[in-house]
């Protein structure tokens, strides 16, 4: 029997572990993927919450639910991101053993077995997959390959000693994307919510990963309204090249006035969620000349091809593999059918830590066994 973790509409658990059959691959290009990890991003929480315009593509009939409804005893499977690897395939261009990622959002990754098209899919090297953890590589698709692709973006060129400012400062993409800039002598200034508890923890924490400055969003504010002229400041010296935010509304203002004259902002996510907005005055597009630019990785990587993008991929496995690169902390929470309880409490730890009042984020990992 296979497992998912469904999501329900109504009732106190958003989510059930039930189980199904094991699906059946039988048309050309199919794959029948078992997931090894599959984490639990902020986006799948506004996934549940009904608040990200993708939704999941995949759902599950539970065995103990099969009363001859149809579509009405089925429930959506979440989970954007993780990590799988190949049982059987139709596909000439996966074999069984293949380490595979999801190209495509909506998969369902909250699962211990997908029958997948081969087109939703990119497939890490041999020589990486043998080696890499499987925790590392559920973190690549949607945080340290965004984390690349936004620091590789032409629209957006970087050199040694610009400053980048990014919001979400505690997450997979912007801890990323630090270790991956210092490398390039790019200066990250990284803005973190308002917490009352384990802020001052959490700035040492990300000081020591590389950031050149860590800012809470009231901090970051105060900064702003500051006169140019001010001696004491927490923003480092030198212009501030790029903006990039997953949050926009508010946080998203304070970004773009941070921002130099001739900067740039990028929109990488909306975790202020879908109806938010931000006022541009006059001065960010005239007197400043400030851009404003979309980001959305998926249509980075259908650019780019296979080719490349597996190229890309196997690059940054190779970096776990030999320490270059280092996961943020992680709860890895294993799956069996004496669990449930177990995993459907730590969905609910990992709603109260996105909500809470604590500094700092540790994403959860599931581990389907």
Request: net charge neutral; hydrophobic share 40%; aromatic share 4%.
């Amino acid at each position: 029997m296979a497992q998912s973790l469904v999501h329900h509409q109504t009732g106190t658990n958003l989510c059930q572990l039930v189980s199904h059959p094991i699906p059946s691959i039988s048309s050309s290009d199919s794959i029948l993927v078992r997931f090894l990890a599959a984490p639990v991003n902020r986006v799948d929480l506004m996934v549940l919450a009904g608040q990200y315009p993708v939704k999941p593509k995949y759902t599950a009939t539970p065995s103990s639910d099969n009363n001859g409804e149809g579509t009405s005893s089925r429930h959506p499977i979440p989970g954007f991101d993780g990590c799988g690897i190949v049982e059987s395939s139709t596909s000439p261009l996966f074999t069984q053993g293949d380490l595979v990622l999801p190209r495509d959002l909506g998969l369902g990754t909250w699962r211990t077995h997908a029958a997948l098209p081969a087109t939703a899919l990119l497939k890490l090297p041999r020589e990486v997959a043998e080696k890499i953890d499987p925790v590392d590589a559920a973190l690549i698709r949607s945080g340290a390959l965004i984390a690349r692709l936004l620091l590789d973006n032409p629209a957006t060129p970087l050199q040694a000693g610009d400053c980048v400012i990014i919001s979400a400062g505690t997450s997979t993409v912007a801890q990323f994307l630090v270790q991956l800039a210092r490398r390039r002598g790019v200066r990250v200034i990284l803005v973190i919510r308002d917490r009352a508890a384990g802020l001052a923890a959490v700035k040492t924490e990300l000081l020591a990963l590389g950031a050149e400055a860590v800012l809470s969003e009231s901090e970051l504010e105060r900064e702003v309204n500051k006169p140019s002229s001010s001696s004491q400041r927490l923003l480092p010296k030198g212009p501030i090249v790029l903006a990039l935010d997953s949050v926009f509304g508010r946080v998203g203002e304070l970004l773009a006035a941070a921002l130099s004259p001739g900067g740039k902002f990028v929109l990488v996510g909306l975790l202020a969620g879908p109806s938010a907005s931000i006022q541009l005055t006059t001065q960010y597009l005239f007197a400043r000349q400030l851009s404003f630019l979309p980001f959305r990785g998926s249509e980075h990587l259908k650019r780019m091809g296979d080719e490349r993008a597996e190229e890309l991929i196997g690059e940054i496995a190779r970096m776990f593999v030999d320490g270059t690169l280092k996961r943020p902390r992680v709860r890895v929470v294993e799956w069996g059918n004496n669990k449930r309880g177990e995993v459907e409490e730590a969905l609910r730890w990992a709603v109260d830590m996105a909500n809470g009042e604590e500094a700092g984020h540790v994403k959860t990992v599931w581990k389907p066994t």
